[in-house]
T-cell receptor, first 112, second 110 residues
Framework: SAVISQKPSRDICQRGTSLTIQCQVDSQVTMMFWYRQQPGQSLTLIAT?????????ESGFVIDKFPISRPNLTFSTLTVSNMSPEDSSIYLC?????????FGPGTRLTVL | ELKVEQNPLFLSMQEGKNYTIYCNYS?????LYWYRQDPGKSLESLFVLLSNGAVKQEGRLMASLDTKARLSTLHITAAVHDLSATYFC??????????FGAGTRLTVKP
């Protein structure tokens, strides 16, 4: 199945700063998804990133706060902008692989 | 809007016992997923259920799907400590993006 890597694996950031998370897949995929998992909670879809088009954001998530790039079929970035402690979460990217949904290892973000 | 309800949220079991986790969803979907998450880890795919009446088994876990009732179950047989984890069901909303249940935090005690 597809193998996904994410960078960084974790980070501690100051409020008001921004962090860019990278997601690399070992195969070409049309769609990539970004999810957020707040502490002790389930996963919530942030946006769908398709190569060659603007990302599609879910209700409650906006491009100014979570800009996404998708420069090619194996890579995407998610930026968490102007961070606050409420952004402390695990951020995961995911890709479809046949009928499966494969998840990256996640980026654990702590905002102080 | 697709909603996914999972219960129970917390489950404490004795080793050797059986139990079932339930997952209800609100609108028609093509796929139902079950994932396992260990503390500090990402999600591990357990099952993908694609059709009404589908049943899949792996070791002590068995998942089933009733699309008419919009219900999936994850049955645990003769639980062992290694099964302690959080289990999520998720439903394909549209084009492979998923809506997740709240998760069931399972603890298996000796």
């Amino acid at each position: 199945s597809a193998v996904i890597s994410q960078k960084p694996s974790r980070d501690i950031c100051q409020r008001g700063t921004s962090l860019t998370i990278q997601c690399q897949v070992d195969s070409q995929v049309t769609m990539m998804f970004w999810y957020r998992q707040q502490p002790g909670q389930s996963l919530t879809l942030i946006a769908t990133a398709n190569q060659g088009s603007e990302a599609t954001y879910e209700s409650g998530f906006v491009i100014d706060k979570f800009p996404i790039s998708r420069p090619n079929l194996t890579f995407s970035t998610l930026t968490v902008s102007n961070m606050s402690p409420e952004d402390s979460s695990i951020y995961l990217c995911s890709v479809p692989d046949g009928v499966e949904g494969v998840f990256g290892p996640g980026t654990r973000l702590t905002v102080l | 809007e697709l909603k996914v309800e999972q219960n129970p949220l917390f489950l404490s079991m004795q080793e050797g016992k059986n139990y079932t986790i339930y997952c209800n969803y609100s609108t028609t979907s093509d796929r139902l997923y079950w994932y396992r998450q260990d503390p500090g880890k990402s999600l591990e795919s357990l099952f993908v259920l694609l059709s009404n009446g589908a049943v899949k088994q792996e070791g002590r876990l068995m998942a089933s799907l009733d699309t008419k009732a919009r219900l999936s179950t994850l049955h645990i047989t003769a639980a062992v400590h290694d099964l302690s984890a959080t289990y999520f069901c998720a439903v394909d909303a549209n084009n492979n993006d998923m809506r997740f249940g709240a998760g069931t935090r399972l603890t298996v005690k000796p």
